[in-house]
């Protein structure tokens, strides 16, 4: 695998996980009694 290549691939992992705590964040936020303080 390339240099190149292979930082494209951490770039999608990198979107990836922003979308998941993007979908975390907004969850908590819609369900403020479910957290844990």
Known sequence: MKKSEKQ????DDYKIAINKYDKFISWIEDNPDKKKN
């Open 8 to 11: 494209l691939q951490n770039y």
